[in-house]
């Protein structure tokens, strides 16, 4: 590092010193135990994503660094703090359809409280754009925007019909 650059050193020092004490591990594995509550149902869908991803971030440092499922799924309750009820109810179902496999139950909690989360995003988005997104009924112009004035138009563009048809090929 060059003098004057010592916001850049201690970056590099402290890039060092994470990585041989393994203290970005320890954080990332904090993180992955003990994931923050989102305040907003809309928000589960991405806070699950971003736990997810640090989950499968920490399993490449081999197998001690996989976390068991019944970790993974305290993890999940954490997240679903705010709609424990509804946690509860998948947890239910996966004990009633794997009731002595662990990952099993684990895997089908996961992919339900994804799919409840992904559905609530996708409610809280279509609220905030007041409307149904399936709703093809409104697409175009307003029906005064379809009225044409072939006097306008004539002012408009003083070219012939020969020269508009090249403008638009």
């Known amino acids: 590092v060059e003098p004057g650059q010592g916001i850049l050193a201690f970056m590099k020092v402290y890039a060092w010193y994470a990585g041989t004490t393994g203290l970005a591990l320890k954080r990332r594995?904090?993180?992955?135990?003990?994931?923050?509550?989102?305040?907003?149902?809309?928000?589960?869908?991405?806070?699950?994503?971003q736990w997810a991803e640090q989950v499968r971030m920490l399993s490449v440092f081999g197998p001690a660094h996989r976390l068991p499922s019944a970790y993974k799924i305290t993890a999940l309750s954490q997240i679903m703090k705010n709609k424990k009820d509804k946690f509860e109810e998948f947890e239910d179902q996966a004990r009633d359809l794997q009731p002595n496999d662990d990952e099993?139950?684990?895997?089908?909690?996961?992919?339900?409280?994804?799919?409840?989360?992904?559905?609530?995003?996708?409610?809280?988005?279509?609220?905030?754009?007041?409307?149904?997104?399936?709703?093809?009924?409104?697409?175009?112009?307003?029906?005064?925007?379809?009225?044409f004035n072939q006097h306008d138009h004539q002012h408009k563009h003083s070219s012939s019909p020969e020269q508009f048809n090249k403008e638009e090929d």
């Open 29 to 49: 594995t904090e993180m992955v135990m003990s994931p923050p509550t989102p305040n907003r149902e809309e928000d589960i869908a991405n806070f699950l994503e």
């Open 104 to 147: 099993q139950q684990y895997e089908i909690i996961f992919r339900k409280v994804l799919e409840f989360a992904t559905r609530r995003r996708l409610d809280a988005n279509q609220a905030r754009m007041k409307g149904d997104l399936m709703d093809c009924n409104k697409v175009g112009a307003e029906p005064e925007q379809h009225q």
